[in-house]
Protein backbone atom coordinates (compact mmCIF):
# COMPACT_ATOMS: atom_id res chain seq x y z
CA UNK A 1 0.00 0.00 0.00
CA UNK A 2 1.81 3.21 -1.57
CA UNK A 3 0.72 5.78 0.73
CA UNK A 4 1.13 9.72 0.45
CA UNK A 5 1.11 12.46 2.89
CA UNK A 6 0.51 15.87 2.07
CA UNK A 7 1.55 18.08 4.56
CA UNK A 8 3.59 17.83 8.03
CA UNK A 9 2.23 19.34 11.14
CA UNK A 10 -0.58 18.45 13.66
CA UNK A 11 -2.58 16.62 11.75
CA UNK A 12 -0.07 15.01 9.13
CA UNK A 13 2.14 14.17 12.23
CA UNK A 14 -0.25 12.43 13.62
CA UNK A 15 -1.46 10.66 10.26
CA UNK A 16 2.01 9.80 9.73
CA UNK A 17 3.04 8.18 13.37
CA UNK A 18 -0.03 6.21 13.28
CA UNK A 19 -0.28 4.42 9.72
CA UNK A 20 3.31 3.74 10.23
CA UNK A 21 2.94 2.03 13.02
CA UNK A 22 -0.34 0.33 12.18
CA UNK A 23 0.47 -0.85 8.50
CA UNK A 24 4.35 -1.56 9.21
CA UNK A 25 4.48 -2.88 5.42
CA UNK A 26 2.74 0.55 3.83
CA UNK A 27 5.30 2.65 1.75
CA UNK A 28 4.63 5.95 3.43
CA UNK A 29 5.59 8.93 1.60
CA UNK A 30 5.44 12.38 2.99
CA UNK A 31 5.73 15.70 1.33
CA UNK A 32 6.28 19.12 3.44
CA UNK A 33 7.21 22.34 2.28
CA UNK A 34 9.09 23.31 5.41
CA UNK A 35 12.50 22.10 7.08
CA UNK A 36 10.66 21.50 10.18
CA UNK A 37 7.21 19.53 11.09
CA UNK A 38 5.12 19.96 14.16
CA UNK A 39 5.42 23.47 15.39
CA UNK A 40 3.15 24.36 17.88
CA UNK A 41 2.10 27.76 16.68
CA UNK A 42 0.05 28.31 20.04
CA UNK A 43 3.27 28.87 21.68
CA UNK A 44 4.48 31.70 19.35
CA UNK A 45 3.29 34.59 21.91
CA UNK A 46 4.91 32.64 24.71
CA UNK A 47 8.11 32.49 22.80
CA UNK A 48 7.84 35.94 21.30
CA UNK A 49 7.39 37.51 24.70
CA UNK A 50 10.46 34.87 26.47
CA UNK A 51 8.25 32.50 28.82
CA UNK A 52 9.75 30.00 26.43
CA UNK A 53 13.73 30.97 25.69
CA UNK A 54 14.58 28.10 23.82
CA UNK A 55 12.28 26.84 20.76
CA UNK A 56 13.26 23.15 20.43
CA UNK A 57 10.61 22.28 23.21
CA UNK A 58 7.94 23.79 20.59
CA UNK A 59 8.50 20.74 18.41
CA UNK A 60 6.86 17.61 19.41
CA UNK A 61 8.48 15.51 16.33
CA UNK A 62 11.59 16.02 14.10
CA UNK A 63 11.68 14.44 10.01
CA UNK A 64 14.10 12.30 11.81
CA UNK A 65 12.34 10.93 13.73
CA UNK A 66 9.54 9.92 11.56
CA UNK A 67 11.76 8.89 9.07
CA UNK A 68 12.99 6.01 12.05
CA UNK A 69 9.77 4.46 11.61
CA UNK A 70 10.56 4.04 8.06
CA UNK A 71 8.76 6.82 6.50
CA UNK A 72 9.99 8.75 3.21
CA UNK A 73 10.32 12.50 4.22
CA UNK A 74 10.64 14.75 0.97
CA UNK A 75 10.97 18.14 3.02
CA UNK A 76 11.49 21.36 1.20
CA UNK A 77 9.42 19.80 -1.58
CA UNK A 78 5.67 21.07 -2.96
CA UNK A 79 3.18 19.17 -4.38
CA UNK A 80 2.05 21.14 -7.50
CA UNK A 81 -0.85 18.98 -9.01
CA UNK A 82 -2.71 16.32 -7.57
CA UNK A 83 -5.07 13.91 -9.73
CA UNK A 84 -7.32 11.81 -7.41
CA UNK A 85 -8.81 10.08 -10.17
CA UNK A 86 -5.57 8.72 -11.44
CA UNK A 87 -3.78 8.79 -8.19
CA UNK A 88 -0.70 10.60 -9.01
CA UNK A 89 1.48 13.98 -7.85
CA UNK A 90 3.43 16.06 -9.34
CA UNK A 91 6.06 17.70 -6.44
CA UNK A 92 9.10 20.06 -7.13
CA UNK A 93 12.28 19.80 -5.01
CA UNK A 94 12.20 23.56 -3.83
CA UNK A 95 16.20 23.56 -3.42
CA UNK A 96 16.82 22.03 -6.81
CA UNK A 97 13.96 23.09 -8.44
CA UNK A 98 13.54 19.46 -10.08
CA UNK A 99 9.96 18.26 -10.83
CA UNK A 100 8.93 14.61 -10.51
CA UNK A 101 5.72 12.77 -10.61
CA UNK A 102 4.63 10.25 -8.11
CA UNK A 103 1.46 7.51 -7.35
CA UNK A 104 -0.40 6.32 -4.51
CA UNK A 105 -3.43 4.34 -3.03
CA UNK A 106 -3.85 6.09 -0.31
CA UNK A 107 -3.83 10.02 -0.17
CA UNK A 108 -3.97 11.90 3.05
CA UNK A 109 -4.58 15.69 2.29
CA UNK A 110 -3.25 17.58 5.87
CA UNK A 111 -2.24 20.69 3.78
CA UNK A 112 -3.27 22.86 6.75
CA UNK A 113 -4.26 26.55 6.54
CA UNK A 114 -2.60 29.31 6.15
CA UNK A 115 -2.77 33.07 7.25
CA UNK A 116 -5.35 35.68 5.13
CA UNK A 117 -3.51 37.99 3.76
CA UNK A 118 -5.85 41.26 2.70
CA UNK A 119 -5.33 42.74 -0.73
CA UNK A 120 -4.69 46.23 -0.08
CA UNK A 121 -2.61 49.28 -0.72
CA UNK A 122 0.80 48.69 0.65
CA UNK A 123 0.58 45.35 1.91
CA UNK A 124 3.90 44.60 -0.14
CA UNK A 125 5.86 47.30 2.53
CA UNK A 126 8.14 45.54 4.60
CA UNK A 127 7.81 45.27 8.37
CA UNK A 128 3.84 43.23 7.47
CA UNK A 129 4.39 40.57 8.88
CA UNK A 130 2.38 36.97 9.71
CA UNK A 131 2.10 34.45 12.56
CA UNK A 132 1.40 30.91 11.51
CA UNK A 133 5.01 28.91 12.13
CA UNK A 134 8.48 29.16 13.15
CA UNK A 135 10.25 31.02 10.84
CA UNK A 136 7.35 33.73 11.51
CA UNK A 137 7.64 33.68 14.82
CA UNK A 138 11.97 33.84 14.68
CA UNK A 139 11.19 37.25 12.39
CA UNK A 140 8.27 38.38 14.84
CA UNK A 141 11.25 38.64 17.77
CA UNK A 142 14.03 39.92 15.43
CA UNK A 143 11.94 42.80 13.79
CA UNK A 144 10.35 43.69 17.71
CA UNK A 145 14.03 44.16 19.19
CA UNK A 146 13.66 47.35 17.47
CA UNK A 147 10.21 48.58 17.12
CA UNK A 148 8.57 50.90 19.55
CA UNK A 149 4.99 50.96 17.93
CA UNK A 150 3.48 47.54 16.92
CA UNK A 151 -0.02 47.39 15.96
CA UNK A 152 -1.96 43.85 15.93
CA UNK A 153 -4.63 43.60 13.35
CA UNK A 154 -6.79 40.45 14.49
CA UNK A 155 -8.64 40.37 17.76
CA UNK A 156 -8.55 36.11 18.14
CA UNK A 157 -6.58 34.39 20.54
CA UNK A 158 -3.55 34.33 18.74
CA UNK A 159 -3.69 38.29 18.34
CA UNK A 160 -4.59 38.78 22.02
CA UNK A 161 -2.25 36.59 22.91
CA UNK A 162 0.74 38.81 21.06
CA UNK A 163 -0.78 41.99 22.51
CA UNK A 164 -0.02 40.50 25.42
CA UNK A 165 3.54 39.68 25.04
CA UNK A 166 4.25 42.84 23.49
CA UNK A 167 2.25 45.04 26.27
CA UNK A 168 4.76 43.06 28.66
CA UNK A 169 7.93 43.77 26.77
CA UNK A 170 7.27 47.20 27.26
CA UNK A 171 5.73 47.96 23.46
CA UNK A 172 3.21 50.44 22.88
CA UNK A 173 0.79 48.70 21.29
CA UNK A 174 -2.32 49.06 19.07
CA UNK A 175 -5.06 46.43 18.66
CA UNK A 176 -6.97 46.34 15.57
CA UNK A 177 -10.48 44.46 14.73
CA UNK A 178 -13.28 44.97 12.41
CA UNK A 179 -15.59 43.50 15.27
CA UNK A 180 -16.52 45.64 18.24
CA UNK A 181 -15.30 43.51 20.59
CA UNK A 182 -12.49 41.31 21.28
CA UNK A 183 -12.36 37.40 21.18
CA UNK A 184 -16.04 37.67 20.18
CA UNK A 185 -16.32 34.04 18.71
CA UNK A 186 -15.35 32.95 21.99
CA UNK A 187 -16.74 34.83 24.88
CA UNK A 188 -19.97 37.28 25.05
CA UNK A 189 -19.25 40.88 25.92
CA UNK A 190 -19.74 40.39 29.99
CA UNK A 191 -15.75 38.24 29.60
CA UNK A 192 -14.68 40.17 26.81
CA UNK A 193 -15.37 43.41 28.60
CA UNK A 194 -13.19 42.41 31.61
CA UNK A 195 -10.17 41.88 29.02
CA UNK A 196 -10.88 44.92 27.30
CA UNK A 197 -10.63 46.88 30.89
CA UNK A 198 -7.70 45.04 31.56
CA UNK A 199 -5.51 46.40 28.32
CA UNK A 200 -6.80 50.16 27.96
CA UNK A 201 -5.55 50.30 32.06
CA UNK A 202 -2.26 48.77 30.72
CA UNK A 203 -1.77 51.27 28.12
CA UNK A 204 -2.90 49.46 25.16
CA UNK A 205 -5.05 51.16 22.52
CA UNK A 206 -7.97 48.54 21.03
CA UNK A 207 -9.37 50.19 18.24
CA UNK A 208 -12.26 48.26 17.66
CA UNK A 209 -15.40 48.24 15.19
CA UNK A 210 -12.75 49.49 12.48
CA UNK A 211 -11.55 47.71 9.16
CA UNK A 212 -7.85 48.63 7.83
CA UNK A 213 -8.22 50.29 4.21
CA UNK A 214 -4.62 50.71 3.85
CA UNK A 215 -1.02 50.47 4.68
CA UNK A 216 1.50 53.62 4.25
CA UNK A 217 5.14 53.57 4.66
CA UNK A 218 8.44 55.99 5.00
CA UNK A 219 11.45 54.37 3.00
CA UNK A 220 9.64 51.01 1.93
CA UNK A 221 8.82 50.13 5.79
CA UNK A 222 5.15 50.19 7.34
CA UNK A 223 4.61 53.78 9.41
CA UNK A 224 0.95 53.93 9.54
CA UNK A 225 -2.21 51.63 9.71
CA UNK A 226 -5.52 53.79 7.83
CA UNK A 227 -8.15 52.42 9.06
CA UNK A 228 -12.46 53.11 8.41
CA UNK A 229 -12.36 55.09 11.38
CA UNK A 230 -8.56 56.34 12.54
CA UNK A 231 -4.75 56.65 11.50
CA UNK A 232 -2.34 54.73 13.60
CA UNK A 233 1.60 55.01 13.44
CA UNK A 234 3.52 51.71 14.00
CA UNK A 235 7.10 50.59 13.03
CA UNK A 236 5.56 47.06 12.86
CA UNK A 237 2.28 45.29 12.04
CA UNK A 238 1.16 41.63 12.94
CA UNK A 239 -1.62 40.66 10.45
CA UNK A 240 -3.30 38.05 12.80
CA UNK A 241 -6.80 38.18 10.87
CA UNK A 242 -7.52 34.58 10.60
CA UNK A 243 -6.81 31.35 8.23
CA UNK A 244 -8.33 29.96 5.29
CA UNK A 245 -7.54 26.14 4.30
CA UNK A 246 -5.00 25.26 1.94
CA UNK A 247 -6.43 22.91 -0.37
CA UNK A 248 -6.58 24.42 -4.17
CA UNK A 249 -4.39 21.38 -5.41
CA UNK A 250 -7.89 19.30 -4.75
CA UNK A 251 -10.34 22.30 -5.26
CA UNK A 252 -13.05 20.94 -7.64
CA UNK A 253 -11.97 16.93 -7.13
CA UNK A 254 -13.89 16.62 -3.78
CA UNK A 255 -16.69 18.10 -2.04
CA UNK A 256 -15.95 21.59 0.17
CA UNK A 257 -17.47 24.34 2.16
CA UNK A 258 -17.81 27.84 0.03
CA UNK A 259 -14.40 28.55 1.87
CA UNK A 260 -12.66 25.86 0.23
CA UNK A 261 -12.15 23.57 3.81
CA UNK A 262 -12.91 19.87 2.29
CA UNK A 263 -15.66 18.05 3.51
CA UNK A 264 -14.92 14.66 5.31
CA UNK A 265 -17.22 12.08 6.97
CA UNK A 266 -16.63 10.63 10.67
CA UNK A 267 -14.28 8.29 9.21
CA UNK A 268 -12.31 11.02 7.83
CA UNK A 269 -13.33 9.92 4.15
CA UNK A 270 -13.54 12.84 1.34
CA UNK A 271 -15.78 12.50 -1.81
CA UNK A 272 -13.37 10.74 -3.51
CA UNK A 273 -12.36 7.13 -3.03
CA UNK A 274 -9.13 6.56 -1.15
CA UNK A 275 -8.31 10.63 -0.37
CA UNK A 276 -8.77 11.77 2.88
CA UNK A 277 -8.16 14.55 5.14
CA UNK A 278 -7.68 15.83 8.51
CA UNK A 279 -6.79 19.11 10.36
CA UNK A 280 -7.26 23.01 9.29
CA UNK A 281 -7.57 21.69 5.45
CA UNK A 282 -11.25 20.19 6.45
CA UNK A 283 -14.24 21.33 8.06
CA UNK A 284 -15.52 18.73 10.90
CA UNK A 285 -19.11 17.80 12.40
CA UNK A 286 -19.89 20.61 15.24
CA UNK A 287 -22.20 19.35 17.75
CA UNK A 288 -23.77 22.07 18.89
CA UNK A 289 -25.40 22.59 15.65
CA UNK A 290 -24.97 19.68 14.10
CA UNK A 291 -23.43 20.67 10.71
CA UNK A 292 -20.26 20.69 9.26
CA UNK A 293 -18.10 23.82 10.60
CA UNK A 294 -14.25 25.50 9.59
CA UNK A 295 -12.69 24.96 13.06
CA UNK A 296 -9.13 25.57 13.06
CA UNK A 297 -7.48 24.05 16.33
CA UNK A 298 -4.78 22.30 16.84
CA UNK A 299 -6.38 19.52 19.21
CA UNK A 300 -9.11 18.86 16.45
CA UNK A 301 -6.11 18.39 14.01
CA UNK A 302 -4.21 15.41 16.53
CA UNK A 303 -7.75 13.94 16.72
CA UNK A 304 -8.36 13.78 12.87
CA UNK A 305 -4.67 12.75 12.03
CA UNK A 306 -5.22 9.66 14.78
CA UNK A 307 -8.32 8.95 13.13
CA UNK A 308 -6.92 8.65 9.63
CA UNK A 309 -4.60 6.20 10.60
CA UNK A 310 -6.69 4.17 12.00
CA UNK A 311 -9.62 4.11 9.07
CA UNK A 312 -7.41 4.22 6.21
CA UNK A 313 -8.36 0.26 5.37
CA UNK A 314 -11.26 -0.16 6.77
CA UNK A 315 -13.90 2.24 8.62
CA UNK A 316 -13.11 1.30 12.56
CA UNK A 317 -13.67 4.33 14.70
CA UNK A 318 -16.13 7.50 14.03
CA UNK A 319 -15.18 10.73 14.90
CA UNK A 320 -17.03 11.96 17.46
CA UNK A 321 -17.44 15.66 16.36
CA UNK A 322 -16.32 18.92 18.05
CA UNK A 323 -17.18 21.24 20.18
CA UNK A 324 -14.51 24.23 19.18
CA UNK A 325 -13.43 23.83 23.04
CA UNK A 326 -10.11 26.00 24.03
CA UNK A 327 -8.63 28.66 26.82
CA UNK A 328 -6.09 30.97 27.00
CA UNK A 329 -4.76 32.80 29.92
CA UNK A 330 -4.45 36.67 29.67
CA UNK A 331 -2.90 38.38 32.06
CA UNK A 332 -4.05 36.51 35.26
CA UNK A 333 -7.25 35.80 34.14
CA UNK A 334 -7.76 32.18 32.72
CA UNK A 335 -10.16 31.53 30.50
CA UNK A 336 -11.91 28.78 28.85
CA UNK A 337 -15.08 28.10 26.48
CA UNK A 338 -16.87 25.18 24.76
CA UNK A 339 -19.40 25.27 21.92
CA UNK A 340 -21.50 28.41 21.16
CA UNK A 341 -21.79 31.97 22.59
CA UNK A 342 -25.37 33.24 23.71
CA UNK A 343 -24.22 35.94 21.06
CA UNK A 344 -23.33 33.06 18.22
CA UNK A 345 -26.57 30.74 19.01
CA UNK A 346 -28.89 33.33 18.40
CA UNK A 347 -26.95 34.22 14.99
CA UNK A 348 -27.18 30.64 14.46
CA UNK A 349 -31.43 31.06 14.50
CA UNK A 350 -31.20 29.09 17.75
CA UNK A 351 -33.59 30.14 20.35
CA UNK A 352 -31.49 30.10 23.78
CA UNK A 353 -31.12 30.98 27.32
CA UNK A 354 -28.22 31.56 29.33
CA UNK A 355 -27.67 31.20 32.99
CA UNK A 356 -24.82 32.65 34.96
CA UNK A 357 -22.88 31.92 37.75
CA UNK A 358 -20.95 34.59 40.10
CA UNK A 359 -19.62 32.94 43.14
CA UNK A 360 -16.27 32.01 44.59
CA UNK A 361 -14.75 28.33 43.63
CA UNK A 362 -14.41 27.24 46.89
CA UNK A 363 -16.17 27.87 50.11
CA UNK A 364 -15.07 31.07 52.34
CA UNK A 365 -13.85 29.62 55.34
CA UNK A 366 -10.60 28.66 53.38
CA UNK A 367 -7.59 31.11 53.71
CA UNK A 368 -7.51 32.06 50.27
CA UNK A 369 -10.34 32.27 47.20
CA UNK A 370 -10.89 33.82 44.21
CA UNK A 371 -14.18 34.85 41.69
CA UNK A 372 -15.21 32.85 39.29
CA UNK A 373 -17.48 33.87 36.39
CA UNK A 374 -19.71 30.91 34.70
CA UNK A 375 -21.83 31.21 32.09
CA UNK A 376 -23.94 28.20 30.49
CA UNK A 377 -26.27 28.27 27.21
CA UNK A 378 -28.80 26.17 26.51
CA UNK A 379 -31.79 25.82 24.24
CA UNK A 380 -35.40 26.87 25.10
CA UNK A 381 -37.18 23.99 24.01
CA UNK A 382 -34.95 20.69 24.46
CA UNK A 383 -32.75 22.49 27.75
CA UNK A 384 -30.16 20.83 25.52
CA UNK A 385 -26.56 22.67 26.41
CA UNK A 386 -25.15 24.46 23.78
CA UNK A 387 -21.92 26.63 25.13
CA UNK A 388 -20.68 27.77 28.39
CA UNK A 389 -17.26 30.50 29.07
CA UNK A 390 -15.67 30.55 32.12
CA UNK A 391 -13.25 33.26 33.81
CA UNK A 392 -11.18 33.08 37.22
CA UNK A 393 -7.74 34.05 38.66
CA UNK A 394 -8.22 30.55 40.21
CA UNK A 395 -7.57 27.80 37.43
CA UNK A 396 -10.72 26.05 36.58
CA UNK A 397 -10.36 25.86 32.98
CA UNK A 398 -10.47 21.56 33.14
CA UNK A 399 -14.76 22.12 34.13
CA UNK A 400 -15.02 23.38 30.39
CA UNK A 401 -13.57 19.93 29.40
CA UNK A 402 -16.35 18.66 31.15
CA UNK A 403 -18.98 21.07 29.86
CA UNK A 404 -17.99 20.45 26.21
CA UNK A 405 -18.21 16.37 26.88
CA UNK A 406 -21.77 17.17 28.06
CA UNK A 407 -22.59 18.82 24.74
CA UNK A 408 -20.95 16.08 23.35
CA UNK A 409 -23.80 14.20 24.88
CA UNK A 410 -26.52 16.59 24.07
CA UNK A 411 -26.86 16.32 28.51
CA UNK A 412 -29.56 18.87 29.27
CA UNK A 413 -29.31 22.05 31.80
CA UNK A 414 -31.13 20.37 34.38
CA UNK A 415 -29.14 17.05 34.37
CA UNK A 416 -25.56 19.35 35.00
CA UNK A 417 -27.52 20.31 38.29
CA UNK A 418 -27.26 16.37 39.20
CA UNK A 419 -24.23 15.16 37.82
CA UNK A 420 -21.76 13.35 40.50
CA UNK A 421 -18.97 16.03 41.52
CA UNK A 422 -16.60 15.30 44.52
CA UNK A 423 -16.29 17.68 47.11
CA UNK A 424 -13.29 18.74 48.93
CA UNK A 425 -13.03 22.21 50.62
CA UNK A 426 -9.78 22.62 48.84
CA UNK A 427 -11.16 22.39 45.05
CA UNK A 428 -14.89 23.60 45.38
CA UNK A 429 -18.02 23.71 47.78
CA UNK A 430 -20.38 21.04 48.31
CA UNK A 431 -22.89 22.20 45.44
CA UNK A 432 -19.95 22.25 42.55
CA UNK A 433 -20.45 25.35 40.18
CA UNK A 434 -21.36 23.56 37.50
CA UNK A 435 -23.68 22.01 39.80
CA UNK A 436 -25.17 25.48 40.84
CA UNK A 437 -25.25 26.40 37.08
CA UNK A 438 -27.90 23.68 36.50
CA UNK A 439 -29.58 23.97 39.51
CA UNK A 440 -30.12 27.92 38.76
CA UNK A 441 -31.52 27.13 35.45
CA UNK A 442 -34.20 25.66 37.19
Known amino acids: MKVAVIGCTHAGTAAIVNTAKMYPNAE ?27 AKGLFYSSPE ?20 TGKTLRARNLVTGEEYDDTFDKLIM ?64 TLIDSSD ?24 KLALGQTVTKFEGKDGKVSKVVTTSGEYEGDLVLLCIGFRPNTDLVQDQVDMLGNGAILVDEYMRTSRPDVYAAGDSCAIMYNP ?16 GTLVARNLVTPTIPYMGTQGTSGIKIYDYNIAS ?105
Not at 65 to 84: C, F, I, K, P, Y
Not at 136 to 157: D, P, R
Not at 182 to 196: A, G, H, K, S, W
Not at 342 to 363: C, F, K, M, N, W
Request: hydrophobic letters at 40%; aromatic letters at 8%; charged letters at 20%.
Open 28 to 54: ITVYERNDNISFLSCGIALYVGGVVED
Open 338 to 442: TGMTESAATDAGLTVQAVTIEDTYRPDFMPTNEPLSLKVVYECESRRIVGAQLMSKAELTQSINTLSVCIQNKMTIEQLGFVDFFFQPHYNKPWNFLNSAGLQAQ
Open 181 to 204: RILNRYLDQEFTDVIETEFRDRGV
Open 289 to 304: TGEHAYIPLATNAVRM
Open 65 to 84: QLAALGVRMNMQHEVVSVDT
Open 110 to 173: TTGSWPIIPKLEGIELDNIVLSKNFNHSNTIIEKAKTAKNIIVIGAGYIGIELVEAFEMNGKQV
